[in-house]
Nanobody
Framework: QVQLVESGGGLVQAGGSLRLSCTASGSIFSISTMGWYRQAPGKERELVAR???????NYAGFVNGRFTISRDDAKKTVDLEMNSLKPEDTAVYYC??????????WGQGTQVTVSS
């Protein structure tokens, strides 16, 4: 019913920037909360940022002002602009869609690698 496709990952040096994009299918995008999560090897998946249908944003503490999440309901996309990247940001980044009834859909993930 819902399909999420991420793009924009890659290899970047510490201090660099990347913009991740996620495109969603389906008819419930505008009432859903969109998020970016990440998972590093050997670690649990963790929230990076989220934005709800009203445009309210939340970020994990480690973001520390470096990232910005945004959504475009007309295009059914959500982006994550990442600046001042650190090696510890290296992970697979996943796009998520959370419905008002708390079901989740996930993208396949895109690799972000930050070298020192």
């Amino acid at each position: 019913q819902v399909q999420l496709v991420e793009s924009g990952g890659g290899l970047v040096q510490a201090g660099g920037s990347l913009r991740l994009s996620c495109t969603a299918s389906g008819s419930i995008f505008s009432i859903s909360t969109m998020g970016w999560y990440r998972q590093a090897p050997g670690k649990e998946r963790e929230l990076v940022a989220r934005v709800d249908g009203g445009g309210n944003r939340n970020y994990a503490g480690f973001v520390n002002g470096r990232f910005t999440i945004s959504r475009d309901d007309a295009k059914k996309t959500v982006d994550l602009e990442m600046n001042s990247l650190k090696p510890e940001d290296t992970a697979v980044y996943y796009c998520s869609l959370q419905t008002p009834w708390d079901s989740y859909s996930w993208g396949q993930g895109t690799q972000v690698t930050v070298s020192s």
